[in-house]
């Protein structure tokens, strides 16, 4: 069984709104991936909340038209995948609707392949990948291209007005903050202060 992370998230602000989780873009993904708001929740002030999940990959697609920060991804479809095999799949493009099909193993391990086929229309789509069940990066969709996705999870925080699935421009997102999850430790915790500044800490504060 895939060991379970966990953020603890309480709102010490005076503002209410969302607490988002998303991740990185360590530049090891395809040119203009951009990330989702991933885990979202609305919370009051002193409001407490718990964001889990485990590491387990998805590909996914949605037809959003032109990509663009603000839209909301919803997918439309997620297979399950892993990074060392069935890490490869198609998105193919057949009587007016898109498919991910013929997954399969690529290589080198350590990453997750998309091949769109020559069908693809221009602008219509987005496809990329997931983890636990929800988006967390896509791209436009186009055709004859070989996407190849190489994960190494890094997870941030922010707090404002966020939809689950909403594509993000994480260069101007202003107040956010990483979260590192030390060695053999599986529980953040993550307070929004009274000045909106953040504490992180393994342990409760």
Not at 83 to 92: E, G, H, R
Not at 182 to 196: G, K
């Amino acid at each position: 069984m895939s060991q379970q992370y966990s953020i603890r998230f309480t709102n010490n602000s005076t503002n209410a709104g969302s607490a988002c989780i998303f991740q990185k873009n360590h530049g090891n993904l395809p040119h203009n991936t951009f990330s989702l708001a991933w885990l979202t929740r609305y919370c009051n002030p002193g409001m407490q909340s718990n964001f889990s999940w485990v590491i387990e990959y998805s590909f996914v697609w949605g037809a959003t038209g032109m990509l663009k920060p603000g839209l909301t991804f919803n997918a439309s479809q997620m297979v399950a995948a892993g990074l060392t095999s069935n890490n490869q799949i198609a998105l193919n493009y057949n009587n007016g609707s898109f498919m991910l099909e013929g997954q399969g193993t690529g290589s080198p391990a350590g990453s997750l392949y998309i091949n769109e086929t020559a069908s693809i229309p221009m602008n219509t789509a987005s496809v990329g990948i997931g983890m636990s069940g929800a988006g967390t990066f896509v791209t436009q969709a186009q055709p004859n291209m070989r996407l190849a996705f190489s994960p190494q999870p890094t997870y941030c925080v922010a707090f404002g007005n966020f939809n689950p699935g909403q594509v993000l421009n994480t260069n101007g997102m202003g107040n956010s903050a990483q979260v590192t999850f030390p060695a053999n430790v599986y529980t953040m915790y993550v307070v929004l202060n009274p000045d909106n500044s953040w504490s992180i800490s393994p342990s409760r504060m």
